[in-house]
């Protein structure tokens, strides 16, 4: 897989122009700036990026209504928003409607360019601090995020069960049940298996 390339949003120039000069340091190539919410859909259909980055404010535009509208026309598209909001209804709601990825803009351009190549690969970046928020708000659900498989997965790991066991359950070999909860901790962005017990009951996956 090679790099990404990336689509930029946002209604500042001096922020795109920045970011577009940061992410070429990665080696990633940006095939599209959008200054004006109202062009962003167009701009993707058109440019078809492997990762659209997007601010949650567009000029007077919504970006969440943006990112609904892409993922209605394009469910398989890659997106982030890169913001400078933290609010708990924002987070959650962008999480729920498949956004795959959220960094505030006080972040480093290492992470940013982290999350890129993490929602590239398939799997799913809120950072440090989002991440928990999500943990904490019954809103956000990850059915739309894993097959009926990985929440089956994400079930019995949360309850204590090993990979051997998840494999007995889902009457798979090991390898299979290995790469099926390695895709259930990718997607969530949990790598400890107690951010995954705390996702499942707030889900209500699993009982407290």
């Known amino acids: 897989m090679g790099m990404p390339t990336v689509l930029l949003a946002d209604d500042h120039p001096v922020i795109t122009d920045g970011v577009a000069s940061g992410l070429a340091l990665f080696g990633m190539p940006v095939v599209s700036v959008v200054h004006d919410g109202a062009r962003v859909t167009a701009a993707f259909e058109e440019h078809r990026p492997d990762v659209a980055v997007l601010d949650v404010r567009l000029g ?50 290492n992470m940013l360019a982290h999350a890129i190549r993490n929602v590239h690969s398939g799997g799913v970046f809120f950072m ?32 204590g069960l090993t990979v051997q066991e998840v494999a007995l359950d889902l009457g798979v070999t090991r390898k299979t049940a290995g790469l099926v909860c390695a895709a259930v901790r990718r997607k969530l962005g949990a790598s400890r298996t107690a951010e995954l017990v705390r996702l499942a009951i707030n889900f209500g996956v699993v009982d407290a």
């Open 128 to 159: 440090p601090g989002v991440s928990d928020i999500l943990v904490t708000h019954p809103a956000a659900a990850p059915s739309h995020t894993l097959t009926p498989r990985e929440m089956r997965a994400l079930k019995l790991l949360a309850t």
């Open 60 to 109: 007077g535009v919504s970006g969440l209504s943006v990112a609904r509208e892409i993922l209605t026309s394009h469910p398989p598209a890659k997106l982030i928003f890169f913001s400078q909001y933290e609010q708990v209804s924002i987070i959650a709601e962008s999480y729920r409607i498949g956004v795959k990825g959220y960094v505030t803009k006080d972040q480093s351009m």
